[in-house]
């Protein structure tokens, strides 16, 4: 049997994963003059739904970088109100042009649009390494530190030698298992379901969610049609399924009665995804030679679809941190440290608040079968409508917003 010797390459810094955490900590390490390799193992960035919100904090990023008129050159839609109907009571949950930022709006772009604009942007600078297809598989430990890792390609093994190694490749990391790093569990009651239906002329454009008896629906306003997800007890698909599509395509109209004509879209399960929720947390980020960043170091909840904000945050202060000691080639454990030590407040207390909702809220909703009573905190809101602002707040910028400290170079 023929055994393939493995293309070696040399880096500063190699990441493993190509999402939001992925791409931006490349494009900024590089900017940074940082040389730099991401794998990505799809071969594009086309995929299923996973998320297509660019928050106002990330827009912030990318203004900074000098960058927001070639992003909102892209199509997309911008939404400044999101909305909500909690049994009979109808209110706008988050105003975000209240917010004191550069764009008052969360962008609702695909996300493969983004992550792709964030590749070209990173090709500017020579530091930028991407490939695509190349699946880190395994990682390279000597003497207790990672040094490097090894990845699968079409053209056979590869091997990348780097001072650090960062784990931006998502809730399933291999990187973080691999490092034996350990996970802490947080539990969730719902999963989702998602799944598209066909928008109309005539129908409003604002994100929206329906809070109902049992029931959960949030419908996102994408251009051309509507991106729901329906919000399920965990594990219930098998029953809901077993109740056949008609049933499934009745509850939906009945939530959403504006889409009730073309329900009829939903010919067959396989147009519905499922997202199975989870919502965990590192103890610790990093080990000597490796950190995790995103999702692998945070699988977040979808309350508030915040995750694709958290993982692009986390690379920002992963790059003011990092740039320099991985530049001159002096990175050392400490520095890894005060990575965790800035990113860990901001998402322990997102997840904080994630978990109560879901705790309180989704939970007593999924499991209800009388009429709602709205929360407190809405009727609140309703009484006294500028507290949408805290809402807005928390979803648009989150816990402590990063701000690009580091210069081409
Ligand atoms: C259905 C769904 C809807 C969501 N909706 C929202 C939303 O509306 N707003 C929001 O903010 N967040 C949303 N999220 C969450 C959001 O997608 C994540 O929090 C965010 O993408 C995290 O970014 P990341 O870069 O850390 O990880 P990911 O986006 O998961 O990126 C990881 C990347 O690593 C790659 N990868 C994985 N394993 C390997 C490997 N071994 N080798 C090489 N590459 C690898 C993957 O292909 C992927 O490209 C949603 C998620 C899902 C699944």
């Given amino acids: ?42 071969q594009d ?23 927001l008129d070639r992003l909102l050159g892209l199509p997309h839609q911008k939404v400044r109100k999101m909305r ?64 490097g890792l090894h990845a699968r390609t079409p053209d056979g093994p590869l091997e990348v030698r780097a001072a650090l190694v960062v784990g931006a490749d998502g809730r399933h990391s291999v990187v973080r298992a691999r490092a034996g790093l350990a996970v802490e569990e947080f539990g969730a009651p719902m999963d989702v379901l998602w799944f598209r239906l066909s928008r109309h002329l005539g129908d409003p454009t604002e994100p929206f969610a329906r809070f109902d008896q ?3 629906f949030i419908m996102l306003y994408r251009g051309e049609y509507w991106q729901c997800g329906s919000v399920i007890p965990k594990g219930s698909l098998d029953q809901i399924r077993a109740r056949g599509l008609p049933a499934f395509r009745e509850t939906v109209a009945q939530l959403s009665p504006f889409v009730a004509d073309r329900v009829s879209e939903l010919k067959d399960w396989e147009q519905v995804k499922l997202l199975t929720v989870q919502v965990d947390r590192l103890q610790q980020w990093f080990r000597q030679g490796l950190l995790c960043i995103g999702d692998a170091a945070h699988a977040m909840s979808p309350i508030g679809g915040v995750g694709i904000n958290l993982a692009i945050q986390d690379a920002v202060a992963a790059t003011n941190l990092l740039a320099v000691p991985l530049r001159e080639d ?14 860990a407040w ?15 809220i989704i939970k007593r909703v999924l499991g209800s079968s009388a009429p709602l009573q709205p929360p407190l905190g809405l009727r609140l809101i ?20 990063e701000h690009v400290r580091t210069s081409v170079v």
Avoid at 330 to 343: E, F, H, M, N, S
Avoid at 346 to 360: A, G, I, S
Avoid at 382 to 401: D, Y
């Fill in 346 to 360: 901001p998402t322990n207390m997102t997840q904080r608040v994630q978990l109560m909702v879901q705790n309180r």
């Fill in 382 to 401: 309703v009484r006294f409508p500028l507290l949408s602002r805290f809402p807005a707040r928390m979803i648009g910028m989150g816990f402590r917003p």
């Fill in 330 to 343: 002096r990175l050392t454990l400490d520095d890894l440290r005060l990575v965790q030590a800035r990113r």
């Fill in 84 to 147: 909500a109907q909690f049994g009979d009571l109808a209110l706008t949950v988050a105003d975000f042009s209240t917010l004191s930022t550069q764009c008052r709006f969360i962008a609702f772009m695909p996300q493969w649009d983004f992550l792709n604009f964030l590749a070209e942007e990173g090709k500017q600078y020579a530091a930028f390494h991407l490939r695509m297809q190349a699946e880190v598989i395994d990682l390279i430990d000597e003497a207790g530190s990672i040094v």
């Fill in 45 to 67: 960035f086309l995929r299923d739904f996973r998320g297509d919100t660019i928050h106002p904090s990330t827009l912030e990023v990318i203004h900074e970088l000098g960058l």
């Fill in 1 to 42: 049997m023929a055994v393939m010797t493995p293309e070696t390459l040399t880096v500063q810094c190699c990441i493993a994963g190509g999402g939001p955490a992925g791409m931006m900590l490349g494009l900024l390490l590089a900017r940074a003059g940082v040389s730099v390799i991401v794998l990505e193992k799809h």
């Fill in 214 to 216: 049992g029931r959960i």
